[in-house]
């Protein structure tokens, strides 16, 4: 069957087509003809923001897609004001929407054809819930008003996290939500990661490592803590992904006590539940060198070093305070290497 071509000089076209045809221009949802709904990224139009009890909403545009009926580009030239907010609740807290919709009468059978922002008060309750808007409705959620009860001292908030964005097809998607129903090579960021889909799993791309980040590897022992007094720990680590590298310094002070039983340290993130357990360095400068390993054991939150009995026993056990040797003012403990965390 033939179809009108856009845009070609003499054809007429419906709305319908011109707006299939546009569906080229937005991100796809994943259907032949659909796209994704939105505002686009950093763009401060369609700001929800109240006035006392007045909603107000600032001049913008958004793309409104609806299934079977390709996109609608909407633009309000001056901001828009679909009214007050419904007065709160006297005991529970309630969550209202402001939406903006798109009345097509070929579609909703509205006897309308226009735009505009719209209101709706949800049901107050001890668990409130924003509205879904009823009926055949083309829609684009702006804002989420939480209007707390009189008992909770009535006032009004508002939060623009319900609002999507959309961008260009092959564009990088700014949402904390993983897109659905995604094509191979879609990317969004998280505000965290880029994430991209290679048509299985979502992979997530490597930042440049930046410098390593401080934490207190907490010291432990199974018997007694230690405390460290005057001594000097130090706990770095770099993490891409779910690899983390580590790097743990310890030197003793004049006042350092040093508890009893088997030494653990913290780690900056849990260790993966895999079956696999990940085998680092160690190295201990005491009266003599050491060279050991720290163990980091499936889904681990801390871990010990291990280094020889003895000077004459090669075979390895857990570090004591008196183990390879005792542990003293100026000695010096180091641990590196990499594990892969839970997360």
């Known amino acids: 069957m033939p179809v009108d071509v856009w845009a070609i000089d003499g054809l007429s076209f419906t709305g319908l ?35 006392g009890s ?13 299934p079977g009926q390709g996109v609608y580009r909407v633009a309000f030239p001056s901001s828009v004001s679909p009214g007050n907010y419904t007065a709160a609740h006297a005991t529970l807290n309630r969550l209202d929407l402001v939406y903006l919709r798109v009345w097509d009468n070929s579609v909703d059978a509205s006897g ?11 049901t107050p309750s001890a668990s409130p819930v924003a509205p879904t808007p009823a009926g055949t409705q083309i ?3 702006l804002a989420t008003i939480s209007v707390l009860s009189v008992s909770n001292g009535s006032t009004a ?34 505000g965290s990661n880029l994430l991209v889909w290679n048509g299985f799993v979502w992979e997530t791309y490597f930042k440049t490592p930046g410098a390593w980040v401080t934490y207190t590897p907490t010291w432990t022992g199974s018997g007694s803590n230690p405390s460290l007094g005057n001594g000097t720990l130090v706990g770095k680590y770099s993490k891409i992904g779910r690899q983390v590298t580590i790097h743990i310094n310890l030197i003793p002070g004049s006042t350092t006590t040093y508890g ?40 681990a939150t801390t871990a010990a070093p291990f280094f020889n009995l003895s000077t004459t026993n090669s075979r390895i056990d857990f570090m004591t305070p008196t183990r390879p040797e005792t542990f003293a003012n100026g000695s010096a403990l180091r641990i590196t290497g990499t594990y892969e965390s839970a997360t």
Not at 54 to 66: E, L, R
Not at 276 to 298: E, F, K, Y
């Open 157 to 190: 908030s508002v939060s623009q996290a319900i609002r999507p964005n959309t961008v260009a097809p092959g564009g990088i998607l700014p949402t904390s939500t993983a897109p659905a129903a995604p094509y191979i090579g879609q990317a969004y960021y998280d």
């Open 260 to 299: 009893s039983g088997n030494y653990n340290w913290a780690l900056p993130f849990t260790a993966a539940n895999n079956g696999c357990s990940w085998v680092l360095n160690a190295h201990l400068l005491g009266t003599d060198r050491w060279m050991g390993q720290l163990i980091i054991s499936p889904a």
């Open 17 to 51: 087509e011109g707006r299939n045809a546009e569906a080229m221009s937005f991100m796809s949802d994943g259907t032949a003809t659909g796209s994704r709904s939105g505002v686009r990224p950093g763009d401060l139009g369609l700001t929800v923001t109240l006035a």
């Open 112 to 122: 309308l054809t226009k735009g505009d922002i719209v209101y709706l008060a949800g």
């Open 139 to 141: 829609y684009l959620p």
């Open 54 to 66: 007045t909603i107000n909403c600032s001049a913008g545009v958004a793309a409104v897609a609806y």
